[in-house]
């Protein structure tokens, strides 16, 4: 946990949860795992407060808790589960891609309260589409349930391990301090079977029709509701690897359709859908795939011939990006992807675009050199590159005094007498690609300070914004003339106006800008872990 | 009457006669003969008639000495050497001979002072004189630029000192590569569109949007941007700069040994890429260009 990760946590944390859970939470990272008592003791909140923030954290899956030897309970947060909060947006998007507007709510609702049942998560769902939808329509529990199937079928949403159940032999143990939770990897995608019949309720502020009637109704509803549902006690949660996954798979097939045609990268794109759930996130090679099981699974509308299709493959293994290999020659040529080297290539066009953007194009150029010669002499580097001496030594001291290239000494003699020694530069990609980790966390927790800043400086304006916002909403709905309308919308000036909308303006793109550094926090992550993973 | 023991001299036993008979041998053998040679030829000359000879050869300058494993050797002098040498005394001409020897690579001062074991302040005299003299040259190398090679006045340096095609005059030519930096780039990349736009077959139109390093060096030499002759290497090393820049991707394949371009039975081939992945996030935010840490 470097400093920089722990602030940035602690600014999530506060941004989503408030100053007590913000306490609680840095205090953990900080601390490593600790039990309830030292909690209290460390932070000098009440033991009260200390359990609910931990109930939230918990509940979001950002902590976890283990028994250890002698009974104690210790409490754990996982630092790298935090950061992931600043990716919820990404999810949502992408599962609005594959699963249109109910998967969009789906996965919203399970990333924003951790953990819920399945029928909870459906009627909240199908209560906010129908709000959107037209006035007489409503939403149907049964499309939002088969999205939530398909969801589970795929591997998006997960069950969270859960209490076993107790033996049968009941010795009448006394019961341990804290519930170990487990789960079988075959129930873990396991949709219970349930009779979800209903539809959404649209929450509608005032009935006209049938005004004596919901009276009795809603008594009625809130009862309804206090019935256990089937389902209880099974809870489901976002599978963040799998979002990964889909990630990682989109950003190697975006690499293939720029460096060779649309065709290719398609081809790429069902070689990976089909190995969605047969390899292992981790994994550095996808499962063979024969010619004739690419052939027969690519998309309906792509009518290329089966010739065309083992020339496109066999480009694709020959390629110096070598992204796909060939295996083997039963079914018509085994193909895999090679997934370790795809996230490597990705990671180092990332560290190479970074140098060009922040250097210059000459410096990018004596960098790729670098990192493709593995070690050089000051001089093989001038005559490489074609720049003239002066400028190389320049760029190779600033890169050198960045971390970004470091020096190799060969010692001719016993003593390393520096006349009689080769100094080689090399880059060393995996402490680059943290080095550089490093510095986008700090980046995003720079945006989300100025965005609050922002926020705080206009907090009069905008809260004067809302109250006439909130004046006029009441004066429509009462009926007001136009006239009085217009005056209450010119209390906010002009000047005003155009601050409004400059800070709008800021704190949007302060947000996107996160989103875009979020990015590359994935590409140098999956490599660092991969990497790590294979050594 | 005491007698006189008088050498009868044979009658080839003049020194001039001698010499001549070891210039002759010298001759016969142009590698050069040993002492042994010269004893078998002539076994009636006393050894130090022999070695007073030799060194009236060596001192006339029509004589070298050299030393092998063998032993000593003695080689015939070229004609014009002894020519140009007139006026000078034998320490330039050692030191002249070690010019010469380094050929068109040259030689350092110090090495000079090494190999004739002769102090610094002689060498430099000689030097001097030698230059003025127009037959020796100093050249700056371009890798120290402090150090002067000294060669013969009539030899071009080696590339190695002068760095070749892409120098002038001690400098480097940097927009002289620049431009034939973005000629070959461009030209490889129009040859990639136009096997884009062809729309056949994915092999063709990949193998099509290849240009050999023969094919590129034929362009540029047409075009007839540069006034220095440039080679097939030449090209090569702009090719290179171009793949670190991360625009252009090599491929090396096996050709027959007659094709046109193949050096030792393979030939390289460029093609014109685009980059895998768009500017990355981190650069799109200040905090990615800031240069405070």
């Known amino acids: 946990m470097t400093q920089a990760e722990i602030k940035l946590c602690s600014l999530l944390l506060q941004e989503h949860f408030g100053e007590i859970v913000d306490k609680i939470g840095t205090h953990l990272i900080r601390t490593g795992s600790q039990p309830l008592r030292a909690i209290v003791h460390g932070t000098g909140t009440s033991l009260d407060q200390v359990k609910k923030a931990l109930c939230v954290l918990i509940q979001h899956n950002l902590v976890t808790y283990q028994i250890h030897k002698r009974g104690i309970v210790e409490y754990e947060a996982h630092c790298s589960r935090i950061l992931r909060i600043l990716r919820y947006p990404r999810y949502i998007y992408t599962a609005k891609t594959l699963y249109s507007d109910t998967g969009e709510l789906i996965v919203e609702e399970l990333l924003l309260n951790g953990k819920m049942t399945m029928s909870a998560v459906v009627k909240k769902v199908a209560d906010r589409l129908t709000e959107t939808m037209e006035d007489g329509k409503t939403m149907d529990y049964a499309e939002v349930s088969s999205t939530f199937c398909r969801l589970a079928d795929t591997h998006f949403v997960q069950r969270c391990p859960l209490v076993p159940d107790p033996p049968e032999s009941a010795e009448a143990q006394p019961p341990p301090p804290a519930p170990t939770l487990s789960i079988n990897e075959k129930d873990m995608y396991l949709v219970p079977k349930l009779n979800l019949i209903g539809k959404g309720k649209r929450r509608r502020s005032s009935d006209d029709d049938a005004a004596g009637e919901p009276r009795p109704k809603r008594p009625k509803q809130t009862a309804e509701s206090k019935e256990p549902m089937p389902d209880d006690g099974i809870y489901w949660q976002a599978n963040l690897d799998r979002f990964h996954q889909h990630f990682r798979d989109q950003s190697i097939v975006n690499a293939v359709a720029n460096r060779m045609d649309q065709t290719s990268s398609e081809i790429v794109r069902t070689m990976l859908r089909m190995s969605e759930i047969t390899t292992s996130s981790g994994a550095p090679f996808t499962q063979p795939l024969s010619s004739n099981e690419i052939f027969r699974s690519l998309p309906v509308g792509y009518n290329i011939s089966k010739q065309v299709l083992d020339q496109y493959l066999t480009l694709l293994a020959d390629d110096p990006l070598e992204f796909v290999?060939?295996?083997?020659?039963?079914?018509?040529g085994m193909y895999v992807i090679n997934l370790h080297k795809a996230l490597a290539s990705l990671a180092m066009a990332t560290l190479e675009s970074i140098v060009q953007e922040r250097f210059g194009s000459r410096c990018a150029r004596i960098f790729r050199l670098v990192l493709r010669k593995k070690h050089l002499e000051q001089k093989q580097v001038e005559d490489f590159a074609m720049i003239p001496a002066k400028e190389a030594?320049?760029?190779?001291?600033?890169?050198?005094?960045?971390?970004?290239?470091?020096?190799q000494e060969i010692p001719k003699t016993p003593d390393h007498a520096p006349s009689r020694t080769f100094y080689l530069y090399t880059v060393n990609s995996l402490s680059a690609a943290r080095m550089l980790l490093r510095r986008c966390y700090k980046s995003i927790a720079n945006l989300i300070e100025r965005r609050q800043f922002e926020t705080r400086e206009n907090k009069r304006l905008l809260e004067k914004s809302q109250r006439v916002e909130a004046i006029l909403a009441s004066m429509q709905a009462t009926g007001a003339e136009e006239a009085q309308l217009q005056e209450i919308e010119e209390m906010i000036t002009a000047p005003e106006r155009q601050q409004l909308e400059s800070l709008k303006r800021n704190?949007?793109?302060?947000?996107?800008?996160?989103?875009?550094v979020d990015e590359t926090i994935f590409v140098l992550e999956s490599y660092a872990e991969s990497t790590m993973k294979r050594s | 009457m005491a007698e006189v023991k008088v050498k009868a001299q044979p009658p080839d036993a003049?020194?001039?006669?001698?010499?001549?008979?070891i210039i002759e041998l010298c001759h016969q053998f142009p590698?050069?003969?040993?002492?042994?040679?010269?004893?078998?030829?002539?076994?009636?000359i006393e050894a130090q008639q022999r070695a007073m000879a030799i060194n009236r050869l060596l001192s006339m300058g029509q004589l070298d000495l050299l030393r092998s494993n063998t032993g000593l050797l003695y080689r015939i002098k070229e004609s014009q050497n002894t020519g140009k040498m007139k006026g000078s005394d034998n320490q330039e001409k050692l030191v002249y001979q070690i010019i010469e020897d380094a050929g068109n690579k040259g030689i350092w001062s110090r090495d000079i002072r090494y190999k004739s074991n002769l102090p610094l302040t002689e060498i430099n005299k000689i030097l001097k004189n030698l230059e003025s003299k127009k037959l020796i040259k100093a050249v700056k190398s371009v890798a120290a630029s402090k150090k002067k090679v000294y060669m013969l006045y009539n030899l071009q340096p080696d590339r190695s000192v002068t760095g070749g095609a892409w120098y002038s005059d001690q400098d480097f030519e940097s927009e002289f590569v620049e431009v034939l930096n973005q000629q070959c780039f461009k030209f490889l990349q129009s040859k990639a569109e136009t096997a884009r736009e062809s729309k056949q077959n994915p092999m063709i139109q990949r193998n099509s949007s290849f240009a050999s390093s023969h094919e590129v060096w034929k362009?540029?030499?047409?075009?007839?941007?540069?006034?220095?002759?440039l080679s097939m290497e030449d090209i090569e090393t702009i090719l290179n700069t171009l793949i670190y820049d991360g625009k252009v991707e090599m491929t090396i394949i096996a050709a027959k040994e007659g094709t046109v371009g193949s050096v030792d039975g393979h030939m390289k081939l460029y093609r014109a890429v685009s980059p895998i992945i768009q500017p990355t996030g981190l650069v799109r935010a200040p905090c990615g260009l800031c240069p405070v840490s």
């Open chain 2, 219 to 229: 362009y540029i030499c047409e075009l007839g941007i540069s006034k220095v002759e």
């Open chain 2, 14 to 21: 003049d020194p001039v006669e001698i010499e001549n008979r």
């Open chain 1, 507 to 516: 704190v949007n793109k302060l947000d996107a800008s996160e989103i875009q």
């Open chain 1, 393 to 407: 030594k320049d760029m190779l001291y600033k890169l050198l005094s960045e971390n970004l290239i470091s020096l």
């Open chain 1, 325 to 332: 290999g060939k295996s083997g020659d039963s079914g018509g």
């Open chain 2, 31 to 44: 590698h050069g003969i040993t002492d042994q040679v010269i004893q078998n030829e002539m076994p009636h």
